[in-house]
């Protein structure tokens, strides 16, 4: 039995490893590469984690992005992901390597198709069963539309895996693999995303209680084993959960209106892409005839694709012509229906109720993610089909009426029943190709039906491959050219000679650069974790609410307060970087000050105040102000990404500014003893300094870490020493039976 079990995972593993090089063969062998926020937001983040544990560094605060704000705090920089900190062993010439990140995300793919696999099997679905859902599953729309997003992708293909270690302790009533779901639980959310987790989280919820129903009166004795999986869960992941928890209080998306987190629900005429992909055009950053996705905003389309393929729709009919294992087919078949309506957002009201009623859903937008676990349903769905045609006699009316409908349906669009529906069509070119791809998705409905017809016919011991190889060809043609771009990372973040000049000049002095104005900018978004620039620009959806604040300033008052240095000018038809003539230095000893709370501290700076003589300290204290202004010299010793070291001399008492947003987490040492730091200009930090040498340092420790890091490692030494117990428990056990 074992080895059976061996020979057909090792089967599937491979088949799915092969699909998985085929799909990103030219990611992985040519001259192409992964483009969108893969490229702006998730290569600079894991280029400075990467480089910054090369050199034996811990990222906890990023200052080249924002003017400075929280790496470890923001989730998805994925800081605690153990993947992520094997890229620190590729990085070349002060850079991590793209590819290996690219390939970092493929192995999730093939993680998808594994994961997925060994789920299925575990429901009791077949070996052929499992490998065409889990096909379905990794190289599904969802799954390819999402390899912009990395951890976005590298969180949600745990699901199938997380499942399988529940239903594992629920059939073998064992602790252990409580914990196993346990520690991949907390892993998902370490991989950096929150939304998918919480996905995860509610739909291993319903699953555990599917699970306890179906056990009757006998309930009681499982049902410590979903709770011990979440619990354990939460604790592995816990050093992330209270560092972020700490910072997201301080971000601009706390939380989101309703109309704001519907943001990109699928409409109803959008359902007819669960046929025709491509009916509403495609985004595709490679040259070709595509007409660009025209129902939506920019990314939409990633954020409303619902394809999984033809195959898994016609094996998802048959989940139900069975009495046998229905119990999971209707669970299944009212999950998936429940997240599309859910997917669907303002447009039907189970997202209204999610929203209001059910914790963490108005934390995030884009209502249409919900197509993740709705693909993954029906997926689930699929398998039990396949089985089901399988065995015996199995009629043909499903496959015939599903055929003939959206036979029916394609004669309707060739006619032109649709060319008026919307205004897009009126263009020929997006009507041409309207049509075009429903003649693409009738040429699959035709080879599915085909495959599935001839799967029925014979039912021999290799006969499932044809379908397997239709839903990949139909699937591959789907997705094959979304993320892929002849974009060179090395070229688009090449240094220039604007780039050189300000590395030289950041060596003599710490500052800032202002590079972008509207739409015109000098240096890419988030180029500063990839040149170790600090600038007052970024690209996450995690800034802090200080730093929108002072964005709404007076440019000049902003930049000034922020250390910019430099900053863009635009003129007609051309831009460049300019000096800052009244830029602040990093630090500064003031010696006048006023007492005013933090409203009153905004009020001023944006109605115009003297910044550069007089500091505003937000809390009354009683330092005694010099008469006359003092001297001071200031020297930098030491500047890292976490840590801040001064030198001051003054010839009088006064109080150091520094340009960096004063948020909690932030201690000062000041010859050898911890100082107050005082929140000053509203947002930035302050040091009262006697006079004589003072040796600053400021350093960053993220508030919940240290609490978080023991809570995660002592669940972690716990899982070790339980499944050790356990281990020899069950050897001894066996020892036991052997000698009876």
Not at 194 to 214: D, M, N
Not at 376 to 389: I, K
Not at 402 to 429: C, E
Not at 452 to 466: D, G, S, T
Request: include cysteine.
């Amino acid at each position: 039995m074992k080895k059976r079990m061996l020979r057909e995972e090792t089967i599937a593993f491979s088949i799915l490893f092969i699909m998985t090089l085929f799909f990103f063969f030219r990611i992985i062998f040519l001259r192409y590469y992964f483009f969108e926020d893969f490229l702006y937001q998730y290569y600079p983040r894991r280029n400075l984690l990467a480089t910054s544990l090369r050199i034996g560094v811990f990222p906890l605060w990023n200052p080249f992005v924002f003017g400075g704000m929280p790496y470890l705090g923001d989730i998805e920089n994925a800081v605690f992901y153990p993947f992520n900190w094997l890229l620190a062993l590729f990085t070349s010439g002060g850079r991590l390597v793209f590819r290996v990140l690219e390939i970092q995300l493929i192995l999730h793919v093939f993680f998808a198709g594994i994961f997925m696999y060994m789920f299925l099997r575990r429901l009791g679905i077949s070996h052929e069963g499992s490998i065409i859902s889990s096909i379905g599953f990794a190289f599904s729309g969802f799954i390819i539309t999402h390899t912009i997003h990395l951890t976005l992708l590298s969180t949600f293909v745990y699901l199938p895996l997380v499942l399988y270690f529940l239903l594992r302790s629920f059939q073998e009533r064992r602790v252990i693999y409580s914990l196993f779901g346990g520690f991949f639980l907390g892993l998902s959310l370490l991989a950096g995303g929150p939304q998918f987790w919480l996905h995860i989280v509610y739909y291993a919820g319903l699953f555990s209680v599917f699970l306890l129903v179906e056990k009757k009166k006998q309930w009681v004795k499982y049902v410590h084993l979903p709770v011990i999986l979440f619990i354990s869960g939460i604790l592995v992941s816990s050093v992330q959960l209270l560092t972020t928890a700490g910072y997201t209080a301080y971000t601009v998306r706390e939380s989101l209106t309703y109309a704001e987190s519907v943001r990109n629900s699928i409409p109803f005429y959008q359902l007819l892409t669960l046929f025709i992909p491509k009916f509403f055009g495609y985004i595709s950053w490679l040259h070709g005839d595509n007409v660009k996705f025209w129902t939506g905003g920019y990314g939409a389309f990633w954020e409303t694709c619902i394809y999984l393929g033809i195959i898994p729709l016609i094996l998802s009919l048959y989940a139900f012509t069975k009495k046998d294992r229905r119990k999971y087919t209707i669970f299944f078949g009212i999950l998936a229906l429940l997240f599309l309506m859910a997917a669907m957002g303002k447009y039907t009201p189970v997202y209204w109720i999610f929203y209001h009623l059910l914790p963490g859903f108005n934390k995030f937008r884009n209502a249409g993610r919900f197509s993740g676990v709705f693909t993954f349903s029906l997926l689930a769905l699929a398998g039990f089909g396949f089985d089901n045609l399988s065995k015996g006699k199995v009629s043909l009316k499903p496959l015939l009426y599903f055929t003939g409908s959206l036979f029916l349906l394609f004669v309707f669009i060739f006619a032109g029943a649709f060319r008026n529906a919307w205004s897009a069509m009126t263009y020929q070119k997006v009507y041409s190709y309207s049509l075009k791809q429903t003649g693409i998705a009738l040429l699959f409905l035709i080879l599915s039906s085909t495959a599935i017809f001839v799967f029925m016919r014979y039912k021999n011991r290799y006969a499932y491959l044809i379908p397997a190889l239709v839903l990949f060809i139909d699937l591959f043609s789907f997705g094959a050219n979304f993320n892929v771009s002849r974009v060179n990372p090395d070229e688009f973040y090449s240094e220039n000679r604007l780039v050189e000049y300000l590395k030289e000049d950041y060596k003599k002095e710490p500052f800032r650069v202002n590079a972008r104005q509207g739409s015109y900018m000098l240096l890419r978004r988030n180029s500063g974790d990839i040149y170790k620039l600090e600038l007052l620009q970024g690209y996450t959806p995690l800034r802090l609410k200080l730093y929108r604040e002072l964005r709404q300033l007076p440019l000049n008052t902003y930049l000034d307060l922020f250390n910019a240095k430099y900053t863009i000018r635009v003129e007609e038809r051309r831009m460049g970087l300019v000096l800052n003539q009244t830029y602040l230095p990093r630090a500064k000893v003031f010696y006048r000050w006023e007492y005013v709370d933090g409203e009153t501290a905004y009020k001023k700076l944006k109605e115009g105040y003297d910044y550069h003589n007089v500091l505003l300290i937000g809390i009354k204290e009683d330092f005694p102000q010099p008469e006359t202004t003092g001297t001071q010299r200031i020297e930098y010793t030491e500047r890292g990404i976490n840590r801040i070291g001064i030198t001051v001399d003054t010839d009088r008492n006064g109080v150091l500014f520094v340009s960096l947003l004063n948020i909690p987490g932030w201690k000062a040492v000041v010859n050898g003893v911890e100082k107050k730091i005082l929140p000053v200009d509203y947002a930035f930090a302050g040091i009262y300094l006697e006079k004589g040498r003072s040796n600053v340092l400021l350093f960053y420790s993220p508030p919940g870490l240290r609490t978080g890091l023991i809570l995660t490692l002592l669940t972690l030494v716990f899982m070790i020493f339980y499944g050790v117990l356990d281990w020899f428990r069950r050897k001894n056990l066996t020892i036991k039976k052997k000698s009876i």
